[in-house]
Structure formats: C-alpha cells, structure tokens
C-alpha cells in the first residue's frame, strides 16, 4: 500500500457513461473499498417504484420507457439524499445541464467541492449487449453479467440464493431508446464539464477523467484509482 492513504473524507465523485457502461459496477467496488457512499438515482428511483411512492409512481413510465425523469422531481430526490454527506460517489445524476447547475448550487451551498468526474467509453453494440445480459439481485443490488460475469447457477445469487430479475428497462429496444436519451440530454455534459481544474490538492490538472470502459473490471477500477490519484492504490 502507498504511504499517502486516500482522502476519504473528500471522496466526492461523479459517474458519468451511458446505460451499461459500467458507472454502476464501479461505484459499488469504489465504495466498497474507499467508504465513500454510491449513491445511485437509478436504485433510488426503483426503490420508490417497489415501495409504491408518489415518486415512484410519477418515474415508472419514464424510466419503463427509456426517457428521463423530469429534473425537478430529482433534483427534489438529490438535495435529500445528499444532505448531511461530506463524501460521496454519483451514480447516474447529474443526467442534464439543469441538474447540473442545480448540483454546482447546491454543493457551492454546502461547501463541498467535486473531487472528480468520471467518463465511461463504450460502443452502443458493447453497451446494448451488456445491459440486455444483466441480472441483478432485487434485495441487494448486486449485479451480474450473463457474459462477462455470470452467477455460478443461472438466475440465482451467489450469495442470498434468492432468484435474480432483469430490470423491465433491459431490452435491446429500450436500452437503444436509453442510448439516444444520453445522448440528447446527458453528453453535453462533458462540455460542461471539461473544462474545469481538478481540485488544488490533486496532482491532477483537469477535473474529469476518461475511462475506458471496454476494459475487464478490476482494470476499470485500476485506471480510475490511478488517473484520479486517490491515494492508497494497492
Ligand atoms: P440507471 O439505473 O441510472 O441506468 P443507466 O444510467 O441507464 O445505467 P445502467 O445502470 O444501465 O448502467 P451502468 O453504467 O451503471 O452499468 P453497470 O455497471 O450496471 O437509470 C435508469 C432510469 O432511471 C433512467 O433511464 C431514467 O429513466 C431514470 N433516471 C435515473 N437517474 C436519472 C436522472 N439523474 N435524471 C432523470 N432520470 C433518471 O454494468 C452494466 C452490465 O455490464 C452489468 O451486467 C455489469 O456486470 C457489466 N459490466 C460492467 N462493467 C463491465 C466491464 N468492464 N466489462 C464487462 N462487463 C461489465
């Protein structure tokens, strides 16, 4: 292990890619092994629609159909999952220029600048397949690939042994509805932010960094670690 560790404390990243890319995956092994929390809009909207909220009810036939739900409903959702968090990992908001602006207020407020935002590269062949090939566990989250990662019995986790579900949004044809969803409203974020420094205690100059998300996992994870300088990388 190095001898800097990580700045826990300060871990305040965003996810950034298109349905598939791995922003997810790579969240949770983040958290996991940086204690920074993933938060992720999408589980936090299917956790409404199963609970039967107002909020889940409103979301349901935009997420069924691959469109975004509307901002003020998540920037409303945001500004309470955020509160009281000095460290944090977003998975799959800000989603648009408005959400954005809305995160940049929010987070100058509670004076908590961004630590990083990472980029997921993928192909829409790549991302197409993988979403249709993924299961995921209802009760914990957990997530598996019928190709590239595959629970030891098919339909079944690992470790609760309960059944795995394919979420209703994870079809050829709506994950293509999701491909052009990103790139209407979600890619020009990388214009908005491109070009702002990395934060002065980095080593780092520019605050986002790509990652390419075709590689295998742990060599996801690895390049993200390194070109974000979180210190502590085994
Ligand atoms: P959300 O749940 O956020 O879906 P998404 O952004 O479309 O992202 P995904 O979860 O599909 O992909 P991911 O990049 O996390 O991939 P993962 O790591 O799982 O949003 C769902 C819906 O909610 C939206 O369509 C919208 O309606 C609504 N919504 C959410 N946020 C919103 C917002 N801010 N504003 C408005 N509406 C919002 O990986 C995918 C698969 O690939 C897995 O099976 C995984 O095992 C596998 N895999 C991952 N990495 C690799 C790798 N490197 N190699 C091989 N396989 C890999």
Redesign the pocket.
């Known amino acids: 292990m190095n001898a800097v560790q990580p700045a826990l404390a300060t871990l305040r990243l965003i996810m950034l890619?298109p349905?598939?890319?791995?922003?997810?995956?790579?969240a949770k092994i983040l958290e996991k092994r940086f204690g920074a929390a993933q938060i992720?809009?999408?589980?936090i909207?299917r956790r409404h629609r199963s609970e039967g909220t107002a909020l889940g009810k409103e979301?349901q036939a935009?997420?069924d159909a691959?469109?975004?739900?509307p901002?003020e409903l998540?920037v409303a959702m945001m500004a309470v999952e955020l509160a009281g968090r000095r460290s944090f990992i977003l998975?799959?908001?800000?989603?648009?220029v408005a959400?954005a602006g809305a995160l940049d207020a929010l987070l100058e407020r509670l004076q908590l600048p961004l630590t990083g935002v990472v980029l997921?590269e993928a192909d829409r062949e790549t991302l197409i397949r993988?979403?249709s090939?993924?299961w995921t566990n209802p009760r914990s989250g957990r997530?598996?690939?019928a190709e590239?990662?595959p629970p030891r019995v098919a339909g079944i986790d690992d470790e609760d042994g309960g059944p795995l579900v394919q979420r209703p949004?994870d079809n050829p044809e709506t994950a293509a509805v999701?491909l052009e969803?990103y790139e209407a409203q979600t890619a020009p974020l990388v214009s908005y932010y491109r070009s702002r420094p990395a934060p002065v205690a980095s080593d780092r100059t520019a605050l986002l960094v790509r990652v390419d998300?075709?590689?295998?996992?742990a060599h996801?994870t690895a390049t993200i670690v390194s070109d974000l300088a979180i210190a502590g990388a085994a």
């Not at 349905?19 to 790579?26: D, E, I």
């Not at 998300?213 to 996992?217: E, V």
């Open positions: 890619g349905p598939g890319a791995g922003k997810g995956t790579q992720s809009t999408g589980d909207l979301a935009f997420m691959g469109a975004l739900v901002d998540i998975d799959g908001f800000p989603r648009t959400q997921f993988r979403v090939s993924r997530v598996y690939n590239s990662h949004d999701r969803t998300g075709l590689q295998p996992i996801v």
